[in-house]
Structures are given as C-alpha cells and as structure tokens.
C-alpha cells in the first residue's frame, strides 16, 4: 500500500509563512510527479503547484512568486514553502502524487489525508 502523510498546516497571520511537507511511503516502483492541491470551503479543489520527477515545475497563478515546491526524491518527500500568505489562502491542503506500485502497473493518484491552512489575523 502507498500512504502519503501531510505535515505542517496551522494557522498564521497574512505576510507569515509556512513550509508544509508531504512524504511517500510503502509500495512505491516510480514517482512521475508529486504536487499540492487546495480547497476552500464551497470551492472546488484546485491545483496549486506540481513538481515532475524530472524537475519540472507549475503553479496556480494566484501563488506564482510567493509558494515554492521542491522535492528530496531519496526521502520521496515534496515540500511547499508558502511565503507572503494572504486570507485568500486559507484552505484544506492536499498532497497528491501520480506514481506506479510496479512495473505493471499504471501510473495512479494518490492523496493524502490534507493538512488544514489558516491565514488570519
């Protein structure tokens, strides 16, 4: 079975920052690419960065040059440094992964439990 486990949420005052961290464990053959999605009460959830295995990076315009997503593909670990936060921010925070359990299998999602993420003041 492949869990991810989600860390860091809490609350914070806008202009604060947090660093939330999301590692993989289990059966796990490849990792294509890790990311973080959000959703707010009465919204859809929506994603907010994603990081290929291969480096490669995106992110949700409304958190362009304020988050950062990284990854440490040896603890098979992503992490979201989120930085300058806003109210607007506030939200129930997943980590997704698409990965392979084996060489044939297909690559699937899967979704941690969501950390919570309160920015006010």
């Known amino acids: 079975q492949v869990q991810l486990v989600e860390s860091g949420g809490g609350l914070v005052q806008p202009g604060g920052s947090l660093r939330l961290s999301c590692a993989a464990s289990g059966s796990i053959y490849s990792i294509n690419a890790m990311g973080w999605y959000r959703q707010a009460p009465g919204k859809e959830r929506e994603l907010v960065a994603v990081i290929t295995s291969g480096g490669n990076t995106n992110y949700a315009s409304s958190v362009k040059g304020r988050f950062t997503i990284s990854r440490d593909n040896t603890k098979n670990t992503v992490y979201l440094q989120m930085n300058s936060l806003k109210p607007e921010d506030t939200a129930v925070y997943y980590c997704?992964?698409?990965?392979?359990?084996?060489?044939?299998?297909?690559?699937?999602?899967?979704w941690g439990q969501g950390t919570q993420v309160t920015v006010s003041s």
């Open positions: 997704n992964a698409k990965l392979r359990r084996s060489w044939i299998d297909s690559i699937s999602d899967y």
